[in-house]
């Protein structure tokens, strides 16, 4: 059964075995435009997927402050539903905090990493 898998990588013509030699792209990014991949930085990649991820945990985290307002302020006196209503606006404003200091320090080891491993500042203008 083992001869079976290597049998079939052995019949595709040697297409997988390309090999680039680029001492200038330690990433091999020039290597991935032959193959018809994406040659965007990985590191940029991460760090797009990390923005939008607390991004929409942010949205989130201010609809549920939003909902928590509205049960209060509809709440007409009734004690229970303002208590529930403070405990999820408490709870909401906690996860508000949690989720802005998430973007600060990833954006603070992210920005240091990358001026690290290339030496070039990172910028705004790089994400984009």
Request: net charge negative.
């Amino acid at each position: 059964m083992v001869m079976v898998p290597s049998a079939l990588f052995a019949s595709t013509g040697g297409t997988l075995a390309t090999y680039c030699d680029d001492a200038d792209d330690p990433l091999g990014l020039e290597c991935v435009n032959e193959s018809g991949l994406s040659d965007r930085d990985p590191r940029l990649i991460i760090t797009s997927i990390i923005n939008v991820t607390l991004g929409l945990l942010g949205i989130i985290a201010t609809t549920i402050i939003l909902y928590a307002g509205f049960r209060w302020m509809t709440s007409g006196g009734n004690s229970e539903s303002v208590d529930t209503a403070k405990k999820t606006l408490f709870a909401a404003v906690v996860g508000l905090v949690i989720i802005l200091s998430a973007y600060a320090i990833s954006n603070f080891v992210l920005r240091n990493l990358h001026r690290a491993t290339t030496g070039i500042q990172y910028g705004n203008d790089i994400l984009r």
